[in-house]
Nanobody, 120 residues
Framework: QVQLVESGGGLVQAGDSLRLSCAASGRSFMGYHMAWFRRAPGKDREFVAMISRSGENVDYADSVKGRFTISRDKAKNTVYLQMNSLKPEDTAVYYC?????????????WGQGTQVTVSS
């Protein structure tokens, strides 16, 4: 089992930046690939970004490529999502996830989510 707790969400204006954090506890943090998903009001859950166990490989949705950066800190058992040039369409609940498999869906462990609201 892995427990995930997100933080860092909030209300910002278009063009601002925000950094989300996800603190992991439980089984070995470095045994899991980590990812961020989001769910906007009235829409399906959407893949945002993913980082491999080692941190050497990353993957981004086209909608955030060039604006968002995912990273992980082994010493702190934490994954980050740096979000720059935020747009109103980035408004969503953001979820941190963990899974032993490298894939864009089917993640096993989920956090409770953190709300990001971007005003125009």
């Amino acid at each position: 089992q892995v427990q995930l707790v997100e933080s860092g969400g909030g209300l910002v204006q278009a063009g601002d930046s925000l950094r989300l954090s996800c603190a992991a506890s439980g089984r070995s943090f470095m045994g899991y690939h980590m990812a961020w998903f989001r769910r906007a009001p009235g829409k399906d859950r959407e893949f945002v970004a993913m980082i491999s166990r080692s941190g050497e490989n990353v993957d981004y949705a086209d909608s955030v490529k060039g604006r968002f950066t995912i990273s992980r800190d082994k010493a702190k058992n934490t994954v980050y999502l740096q979000m720059n040039s935020l747009k109103p369409e980035d408004t969503a609940v953001y979820y941190c996830t963990a899974d032993p498999h490298w894939r864009r869906d089917g993640f096993t462990f989920w956090g409770q989510g953190t709300q990001v609201t971007v005003s125009s």
